[in-house]
């Protein structure tokens, strides 16, 4: 249970570090001069870094276990997140949102470290609840970061000095993280991927990108980095527009728009738990199967209240919605990742790898629409309505029966003990 809650506090203060300029923008937007392009260019940098990093970043747990990676990561990180605190013009800006993107890739290796720990029965639920606890890391920088700047102008500094000082607590998080996951964590039950080795426990790949290629060359994993993509994709669009739309739309101030934005980041709370429970309820009746299915009726509901949500006019009416929303796509994201880990069982990184950047590919397209003149509310209701007429297409990934058969094996009880045993030649995880 250690490592369970050091990898959700450390995934939570990497999204929490991810998205503190968000809330900010206001303030940044007249500091920088930034046009409404260059909001949404940073908006796209922001996530676009991370499709190539997720990808890097699941391969590199298969070979060197989550441990060593998610450490560097973070570290890595703590640099752009406080540089960006030294920016002076639109251009450095920008590039300082793409390098923090990085930081994003974090959620792969939760996912590999949480499919390493949990037997099957249970997995869909704990891949959600490190997920979604982590990602409240986004709801709080939406309500902390406002506040940290309101105490730095307390404390004598103007609003174009505060947003600068306050980017030293996010990169101070990330260090202090580093520092725990690495001193407190196992990458397995059994121990360490070096310790392992050492004892002669598992064996290294030949072929440490043979996964990559494998998870690569199934459609079913291209299908669920789509359906990642319309849900956490969407999820981080809204995370980085939010405030601005309360702001512009209906004349909130900074805080107040910072809190209503959050909303969709606290929701992680439990939703995402939740979604992942359902996925693995359903699995018990329905077999893998069902896990698809629950992932196509709550992707379906998350679109139809976001377009709801892009046509309010009243604020009542908006929050409602937006709370809907929020719920369904945090639903969406923890059923998505009920399915990921069944896919190849020996390729679990790389997998998570691909299906983690297509939820970023899916945020970059996004970030797309916001950058011409269209009002957001226009844009929204055309991201909701594309999620609705997508969301049939996961119900692509089919399972054979042999999957159905070895699955229904797994949820029986005292499989994870066997599978400790028996699965780590089988596996061919990297012992680093």
Not at 123 to 145: E, R, S
Not at 185 to 198: E, F, Y
Not at 301 to 316: D, R
Not at 387 to 398: A, D, E, H, I, K
Request: aromatic share 10%; charged share 10%.
């Amino acid at each position: 249970m250690r490592a369970f809650h050091l990898t959700w506090v450390a995934f939570c203060a990497a999204f929490f570090s991810w998205f503190a300029v968000a809330p900010l923008m206001p303030v940044i937007r007249e500091d920088l001069q930034l046009s409404p392009v260059d909001v949404s260019d940073s908006m796209l940098a922001s996530v676009a870094a991370t499709i190539v990093a997720r990808i890097v970043v699941g391969t590199l747990c298969d070979r060197f276990g989550p441990r060593r990676v998610f450490t560097w990561l973070l570290v890595a990180s703590a640099a752009p997140v406080a540089g960006i605190a030294f920016v002076q013009s639109p251009g450095a800006f920008i590039l300082a949102r793409f390098a923090i993107g990085i930081v994003g890739a974090s959620f792969v290796v939760t996912q590999f470290h949480m499919t390493q720990m949990f037997a099957p029965a249970v997995l869909g639920t704990a891949n959600a609840v490190t997920a979604g606890w982590g990602n409240l890391g986004g709801g709080l920088a939406q309500v902390a970061m406002p506040a940290l700047l309101a105490l730095a102008v307390a404390a004598g500094f103007s609003a174009l000095q505060a947003w600068r000082v306050t980017m030293a607590v996010p990169a101070c998080l990330l260090l202090l993280c580093a520092a725990a996951y690495w001193r407190w964590t196992t990458d397995t039950p059994s121990g360490n991927w070096v310790a392992r080795k050492r004892e002669g426990v598992g064996n290294r790949s030949a072929r440490p990108w043979a996964g990559l290629v494998a998870a690569a060359a199934d459609l079913r994993t291209w299908v669920l980095a789509l359906a990642y993509g319309l849900c956490f994709g969407v999820e981080l669009t809204i995370h980085n527009v939010a405030a601005l739309y309360f702001v512009d739309r209906f004349g909130l101030g900074l805080q107040q728009a910072g809190f209503l934005a959050g909303i969709v980041g606290l929701a992680n709370v439990f939703a995402r738990a939740a979604g992942g429970a359902a996925s693995d309820s359903l699995a018990r009746w329905l077999g893998l199967h069902g896990r698809v299915y629950l992932l196509f009726a709550v992707l379906a509901v998350e679109g139809a209240a976001l377009a709801a949500f892009a046509q309010s006019s009243n604020l009542g009416l908006a929050v409602v919605a937006l709370v809907i929303f929020a719920l369904f796509v945090n639903f969406s994201t923890g059923a998505t990742y009920g399915v990921v880990p069944f896919l190849h069982p020996t390729a679990v990184g790389a997998v998570s790898g691909l299906v983690a950047a297509g939820g970023n590919l899916g945020a970059v397209v996004a970030a797309w629409l916001f950058r011409g003149a269209t009002p957001l509310a226009d844009n929204l209701l055309l991201l909701g309505s594309v999620v609705v007429l997508l969301s049939p297409l996961v119900l692509l990934v089919r399972f054979s029966p042999a999957d159905q058969l070895s699955h229904s094996r797994a949820l029986q009880p005292g499989f994870f003990r066997t599978r400790s045993l028996t699965s780590e030649a089988a596996q061919g995880h990297a012992s680093v």
